[in-house]
């Protein structure tokens, strides 16, 4: 597999937000950065990007590293968007989506690089090119439609909520 001491840490950092974000998912429909879970996702994801910039199988500056820091600004303005007032529904819809957007982006790199790598000595894929690469993201891209058109929904009842109480 031939990982750096900083593609080890990479990883294991990078696991550990995949995790969080889907504990996240199943309790409570969203990252929610109100929660642990969230909060060790939004975390966890900066270190991983920020970690992606050090990294680097072919030298230089490349699409993975732009991926990186665009993972970055997102799950940013989403923490911003979340540290606004609470009441904020449209601010709520942004935050959603950019947390569910960069969850999508993260899978990118990773299906890329886990199946290029895995079995170790006959890896599933043969180069970023594979169609098993193309397909696995398809697959991950309809989720990722598919939750954020549920995130929507469910956001759309808590504002109509919000609007009956007041």
């Known amino acids: 597999m031939g990982l750096s001491n900083l593609g080890i840490f990479h990883t ?88 569910s957007f960069s969850f999508f982006l993260s899978w990118v790199p990773t299906v890329n690089e886990t199946l290029t790598r895995v079995p170790v000595g006959h890896p599933l894929a043969k180069a970023p090119t594979d169609p098993i690469i193309a397909k696995t993201l398809l697959v991950i891209f309809m989720l990722f439609i598919a939750g954020s058109v549920y995130q929507f929904i469910t956001q759309r009842k808590i504002k109509r909520q919000s609007r009956h109480n007041a």
């Open 12 to 99: 294991i950092i990078g696991i550990t937000a995949i995790i969080a974000a889907v504990i996240s998912y199943i309790r409570f429909g969203k990252i929610n950065l109100s929660h642990s879970t969230g909060r060790i996702y939004f975390y966890t994801t900066v270190v991983t990007s920020l970690t992606a910039l050090g990294i680097s199988k072919h030298g230089g500056f490349n699409a993975g590293h732009i991926f990186a820091l665009f993972i970055v600004v997102l799950v940013g303005i989403a923490y911003l968007l979340h540290l606004r007032k609470q009441g904020n529904t449209r601010a709520r819809f942004f935050e959603n989506f950019l947390l």
